[in-house]
């Protein structure tokens, strides 16, 4: 009697449940990775305002495609991109909003767009398949549970007999700026979510409590981020030779100013400012207050006597300032587009009023320069 009443309660349940189960099944194409591959390396832009896109999208290295059959009863069949967690996080991207999940860097997120079609016919029938294509951003609309996006939904009639779906889905990935986003940071590879499909008797049906069936698994490449700077390759003024008797006599002596310029190459847009700061030369300072700096190797026994170099900033051969920032107005005239700009600098040998013995020899010098972006 014990054996019975068991087979008699498991007979109830199949005559409840099975019919809708069995009827509605898919086959799925090779269980797979959708892989979504970021460029290894991206410069980010500095202070780009919220929404901006740090990578192109970038699809997924695969279609996900299932093959379903399910009763001309009135349910409903759907097509999903399934996020990782629920997350209530949106970003406006170019006036569309997404919903995108957080990295493991501040302030860069992932969003997705998805691209599909579901093909509809009736098993049996002679006719023609319907075609429903799709595009999609993975956003507010149609989002359950604010996990789940449809995609596609299609729903059956009254009438008896059986559907079949063949369906595909492409997933593509992006990863923007959602904060205050860190510089020279990575971005850990990992899961963003996954694509399946749902059988639902209403659209409102497709939260938690609706299964996700037949499903892919959506992954991203680690992303490394570089600081957006410019290039500023090194600069030579050629002094060149000076008689010796240029600086002959009392008081200050100076030579003739050579001008060049510093190149100011290759700046990425949006920055607010670009600065560049002298530091105190190496070889300290033979007149500091008129910032005149001693030449290479002062006390070699072949370097000059009695001589430094004194340097301009500027268009107009002002006495260059050290160890503090100077903003450089050139960025501003390539601000919106980035580019490249100069920047005058000068240079020329200075004798001060001090130095009572001048002798000839070798006269180099060096400064060092930092650039600051902003």
């Avoid at 695969?62 to 949106?90: E, H, Q, Y």
């Avoid at 003024?237 to 000076?242: D, W």
């Avoid at 006599?249 to 847009?269: D, E, H, K, L, M």
């Avoid at 001589?307 to 900033?313: N, P």
Wanted: net charge positive.
């Amino acid at each position: 009697m014990k054996a019975g009443f068991r087979c008699l309660l498991l007979l109830g349940t199949m005559l409840c449940c099975t019919h809708a189960a069995v009827a509605q099944t898919c086959s799925i194409d090779t269980p797979h990775t959708a892989a979504v591959t970021f460029p290894a390396s991206v410069s980010q832009p500095r202070n780009a305002p919220v929404g901006t896109m740090l990578t192109g999208w970038v699809a997924a290295d695969t279609s996900d495609s299932w093959t379903c059959t399910m009763p001309i009863n009135g349910s409903n069949f759907g097509v999903f991109t399934d996020l990782a967690i629920s997350t209530t996080n949106r970003v406006s991207v170019g006036g569309v909003n997404y919903a995108y999940i957080a990295t493991n860097v501040d302030g860069v997120g992932i969003i997705a767009k998805t691209t599909g079609s579901v093909t509809a016919s009736v098993v049996g029938s002679t006719g023609n398949p319907t075609t429903f294509p799709a595009s999609r951003n993975v956003g507010p609309s149609r989002f359950f549970n604010n996990q789940s996006q449809l995609l596609i939904s299609l729903g059956g009639t009254t009438s008896s007999g059986t559907w079949k779906y063949v369906a595909s889905q492409t997933v593509s990935l992006a990863l923007v700026k959602v904060g205050s986003a860190a510089l020279g940071a990575k971005v850990n590879a990992g899961i963003f979510g996954r694509t399946g499909v749902r059988f639902m008797s209403a659209l409102t049906d497709a939260g938690a409590a609706v299964p996700l069936l037949y499903t892919h698994n959506i992954t991203y490449s680690a992303v490394n981020f570089a600081e957006q700077t410019c290039s500023t390759p090194d600069v030579v003024i050629p002094l060149g030779r000076v008689p010796l008797s240029t600086f002959q006599g009392a008081g200050v002596q100076t030579s003739a100013w050579v001008n060049r310029v510093i190149n100011i190459n290759n700046c990425p847009a949006n920055m607010t400012r670009v600065k560049i700061r002298f530091n105190t030369p190496t070889s300290g300072w033979l007149d500091q207050p008129n910032q005149v700096f001693n030449l290479n190797n002062p006390g070699a026994p072949g370097t000059a006597k009695g001589i430094g170099i004194q340097m301009s900033f500027g268009g107009s051969n002002a006495i260059a300032p050290y160890d503090a920032d100077q903003t450089m107005a050139g960025y501003d005239g390539i601000k919106s587009t980035g580019g490249s700009f100069t920047v005058p600098i000068g240079g020329r040998y200075y004798k001060p009023a001090s130095s009572a013995v001048v002798r000839g020899g070798t006269a180099d010098g060096a400064v060092i320069f930092d650039m600051t972006y902003e």
